[in-house]
Each structure stands twice: as structure tokens, then as C-alpha cells.
């Protein structure tokens, strides 16, 4: 898979988790080009979601690449289990991952896309000697935990600061923004730098998911052209 342009990536955790299913049809069918998995442990961050039977089930439906984002604490425990549940994408949090060099080699070598992530009060400069290993960054806009929180706007800074950072490292690997995107804050991200879009309650929130992730792709990539 590559990870190019602009990608539009329905968060499920604000899907109706028992008909998730008829959900990633639905923005499968408004051109989601990931679905994106927040796997949440209760302890790295104050809530619990789903975890490695949920993925390997989703790998079997979705005819996208499953996007895991890991919510935990020792991610490398669950590393090989998540890659053999079929996750397309893993990243793991900075804050806790104490190895991250080799967590990020870990994702690698089972041939899964590899990305780090900070929250909203981690400074950009903590990735500077990962950077160039990374496939894909991740830059929270809210404090991970739950989805519908609003976007604090300091992390659109943060991803201009490190499209520099990726840009010094001679890296074109992707930022995503997660937390608070609809096509308001969808279009700043864009034009801050970022290219992979996550998006929850905008996207499943509204009566029309796959009307709503149309939308999202709409106002993306007529920012990222201009
Ligand atoms: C938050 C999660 C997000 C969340 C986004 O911790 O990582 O992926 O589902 O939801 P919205 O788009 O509603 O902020
Ligand atoms: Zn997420």
C-alpha cells in the first residue's frame, strides 16, 4: 500500500459497534481510503475499545487498509498479534513506548506500515531522531481517549513544524491529524501540512456517513491543490 495524497479515515470508534459492518460499507462507499482503529487499553488512556479479535474480524470485511492506532501501554507486547490480526498500519504513542526506535523497527520488520504518535502536550522535537524511520506520523488534536472532543488548534502548528522536520530529514512519509476533524478543520489541517485525515463523529455522527466522508475528501483535496 502506499500512502500518497490525500486519505480520508473514518475513525469506527464513533461507528454503531453492533452494526459495524453495514458502517465500513457505508464510508467504504463514500471513498474512505482507511479505516482507522483506535485500540484503547484503560490505563495508557482513560477508556476501553476493542482490541486484536476486533481487527482480525474487520480485516475479513474491509476492503481497506486497517489503520491501528494503539492506545496502550508496552505496545510492544501486542505488536505481532496486532500485524498477524491483519493491521495494514500500526502506531504506537511516543509517551508510551520507552524503546521507540525498536517498536518502530518491530512494525517494520512484519511488513505493516510504522508511525509514531504525540498527544497534544508532547513536542514535535521528541520524534527528531525517529523521524526518518518513521512511515507516518500522527499528530493528536485532542487528548486521545475519546472521540467528539473539539480540536485544539496549537496542533496545526505542530504539523507545520514537522512537515519542516520531515523535510529536513529528506522524508515525505505522511502526517495524519486525529481528534476534531470535520471539513472545517479538515481544510486548516491540509493546508498546515497534514494528508491523512481520521475523523469520527464527523464522519458517523452524521445521518449520512458515507455522504459525510465524501465531504471530508471534497474539501481535502480542493486545499491540497490550491
Ligand atoms: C481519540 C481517537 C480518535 C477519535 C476521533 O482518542 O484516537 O481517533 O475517534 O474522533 P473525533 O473525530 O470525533 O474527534
Ligand atoms: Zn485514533
Same mark, same amino acid.
Given at each position: 500500500?502506499?500512502?500518497?495524497?490525500?486519505?480520508?479515515?473514518?475513525?469506527?470508534?464513533?461507528?454503531?459497534?453492533?452494526?459495524?459492518? @453495514?458502517? %465500513?460499507?457505508?464510508?467504504?462507499?463514500? +471513498? $474512505? *481510503?482507511? =479505516?482507522? &482503529?483506535? !485500540?484503547?487499553?484503560?490505563?495508557?488512556?482513560?477508556?476501553?475499545?476493542?482490541?486484536?479479535?476486533?481487527?482480525?474480524?474487520?480485516?475479513?470485511?474491509?476492503?481497506?487498509?486497517?489503520?491501528?492506532?494503539?492506545?496502550?501501554?508496552?505496545?510492544? @507486547?501486542? %505488536?505481532?498479534?496486532?500485524?498477524?490480526? +491483519? $493491521? *495494514?498500519? =500500526?502506531? &504506537?504513542? !511516543?509517551?508510551?513506548?520507552?524503546?521507540?526506535?525498536?517498536?518502530?523497527?518491530?512494525?517494520?520488520?512484519?511488513?505493516?506500515?510504522?508511525?509514531?504518535?504525540?498527544?497534544?502536550?508532547?513536542?514535535?522535537?521528541?520524534?527528531?531522531?525517529?523521524?526518518?524511520?518513521?512511515?507516518?506520523?500522527?499528530?493528536?488534536?485532542?487528548?486521545?481517549?475519546?472521540?467528539?472532543?473539539?480540536?485544539?488548534?496549537?496542533?496545526?502548528?505542530?504539523?507545520?513544524?514537522?512537515?519542516?522536520?520531515?523535510?529536513?530529514?529528506?522524508?515525505?512519509?505522511?502526517?495524519?491529524?486525529?481528534?476534531?476533524?470535520?471539513?472545517?478543520?479538515?481544510?486548516?489541517?491540509?493546508?498546515?501540512?497534514?494528508?491523512?485525515?481520521?475523523?469520527?463523529?464527523?464522519?458517523?455522527?452524521?445521518?449520512?456517513?458515507?455522504?459525510?466522508?465524501?465531504?471530508?475528501?471534497?474539501?481535502?483535496?480542493?486545499?491540497?491543490?490550491?
Amino acid at each position: 500500500m502506499t500512502l500518497s495524497g490525500i486519505q480520508i479515515a473514518p475513525s469506527i470508534l464513533s461507528a454503531d459497534f453492533a452494526h459495524l459492518g @453495514r458502517d %465500513i460499507a457505508a464510508v467504504e462507499r463514500g +471513498g $474512505a *481510503d482507511l =479505516i482507522h &482503529v483506535d !485500540v484503547m487499553d484503560g490505563h495508557f488512556v482513560p477508556n476501553i475499545t476493542i482490541g486484536v479479535p476486533v481487527v482480525k474480524a474487520l480485516k475479513k470485511f474491509a476492503t481497506r487498509p486497517l489503520d491501528v492506532h494503539l492506545m496502550i501501554s508496552e505496545p510492544d @507486547r501486542y %505488536i505481532d498479534d496486532f500485524a498477524n490480526a +491483519g $493491521a *495494514d498500519m =500500526i502506531s &504506537v504513542h !511516543v509517551e508510551a513506548a520507552t524503546h521507540l526506535h525498536r517498536t518502530i523497527g518491530h512494525i517494520k520488520s512484519r511488513g505493516v506500515k510504522a508511525g509514531a504518535v504525540i498527544n497534544p502536550a508532547t513536542p514535535v522535537t521528541m520524534l527528531e531522531d525517529i523521524l526518518a524511520d518513521l512511515d507516518f506520523v500522527l499528530v493528536m488534536s485532542v487528548n486521545p481517549g475519546f472521540s467528539g472532543q473539539a480540536f485544539i488548534r496549537h496542533s496545526l502548528d505542530k504539523v507545520r513544524r514537522l512537515r519542516e522536520m520531515l523535510h529536513q530529514v529528506g522524508s515525505a512519509a505522511p502526517i495524519e491529524i486525529d481528534g476534531g476533524i470535520d471539513p472545517l478543520t479538515a481544510a486548516e489541517a491540509v493546508s498546515a501540512g497534514a494528508s491523512i485525515l481520521v475523523a469520527g463523529q464527523a464522519v458517523f455522527g452524521t445521518p449520512d456517513a458515507e455522504a459525510a466522508t465524501r465531504a471530508l475528501r471534497t474539501v481535502a483535496t480542493a486545499v491540497a491543490r490550491a
